[in-house]
């Protein structure tokens, strides 16, 4: 069996009843196997919730790192890639099931430390901003302050998306968020 299965059946329960409602056993229910062959590919509850997490938004954020036309720089790159990261986070269910009913689990990683979703997004954000230093298209700077301001500013657009889209028109709130990106980074 592999993990993925585990996995996929982790992600159903957090849908269905949320993180902190998660168990072990929920799970291997889920999968239809034993609790013995969760924890053996798993030592907790939290490790296989971690594991989900990493797994599900580091594809999303993956995914937004592809843009479908071909930009004409990185910066052009990155700015088009922050704003589907931003769009992809605010729509997936898992995303949305973890802040509407355990959004005290998100803290740790707004006011501690970063997780390894936040590092994997970093690492992109940085390569992408290299890339633009030296074809031209992004100012040039400290690219790990670079890096680390723009992950916190996507950050908080993902997770405060909802309310601020609750009386603000939603494309022109992105437009306006591509416009600061595009604005902050150009030369």
């Known amino acids: 069996m592999s993990d993925d299965v585990l ?11 949320g993180v902190r409602r998660t168990t072990l056993a929920e799970i291997a229910r889920t999968a239809k196997v034993s609790r013995m062959t969760v924890y053996r590919r798993f030592p907790d509850v939290r490790s296989v919730l971690a594991t989900l997490m ?5 594809s999303l954020l993956q995914g937004a790192a592809e843009p479908e036309v071909e930009p004409a720089h990185f910066r052009e790159k990155l700015v088009q890639s922050s704003s589907a990261a931003v769009a992809a ?3 997936d269910p898992l995303f949305r099931t973890l802040l ?5 689990l998100v803290l740790p990683y707004i006011v501690e430390r970063f997780g390894k979703t936040q590092r994997f997004a970093e690492g992109v954000i940085l390569h992408l901003l290299k890339s633009g230093h030296e074809d031209g298209s992004i100012r040039k700077g400290d690219p790990a302050s670079q890096a680390r301001t723009l992950l916190l500013l996507i950050q908080s657009f993902a997770f405060s998306y909802r309310p601020a889209i609750a009386d603000v028109d939603e494309k022109k709130l992105m437009a306006e968020f591509a416009n600061v990106l595009d604005a902050a980074l150009r030369p």
Request: glycine share 8%.
């Open 54 to 58: 990493t797994r599900e938004f580091g």
């Open 89 to 91: 986070l605010s729509g």
């Open 100 to 104: 509407d009913l355990d959004s005290e």
């Open 7 to 17: 996995l996929d059946a982790a992600k159903k329960c957090v849908l269905a009843v």
